[in-house]
């Protein structure tokens, strides 16, 4: 039974930062993609940035250059760095994953249907 928790979120002014964390546990194989997503009421859920066990990173346009992924496999966590953070930024911010005995990359989990476990979220407050 996979289990994903998220954490770190808050309120910040526009310009500062926040990490997120994603705890895994329960993964049944090796590799695995982890995704983090995003969500405002009323629309649909949206890429952010994702990781595969492999190195790999994606990122959505909108945040490419503020904020960065990565994992600490030692700690099976996966952290979003988030820096200059803007009002459009303000959302639900959700982790996602899937593992597999196959090699994972981070493409495998960069769209909320090709996910399979989701944490609980976090809500990311910029004003």
């Known amino acids: 039974h996979v289990q994903l928790v998220e954490s770190g979120g808050g309120s910040v002014q526009a310009g500062g930062s926040l990490r997120l964390s994603c705890a895994a546990s329960g993964y049944r194989f090796s590799s695995y993609c982890v995704g983090w997503f995003r969500q405002v009421p009323g629309k649909e859920r949206e890429e952010v940035a994702a990781?595969?066990?492999?190195?790999?990173?994606t990122y959505a346009e909108s945040v490419k250059g503020r904020f960065a992924i990565s994992s600490d496999n030692s700690k099976n966590t996966v952290y979003l760095e988030m820096n200059s953070l803007k009002p459009e930024d303000t959302a639900m911010y959700y982790c996602a994953g899937r593992d597999s005995v196959s090699r994972m990359v981070a493409t495998l989990c960069e769209t909320p249907g090709r996910v399979e476990y989701w944490g609980q979220g976090t809500q990311v407050t910029v004003s």
């Open positions: 990781i595969g066990s492999d190195g790999s990173t």
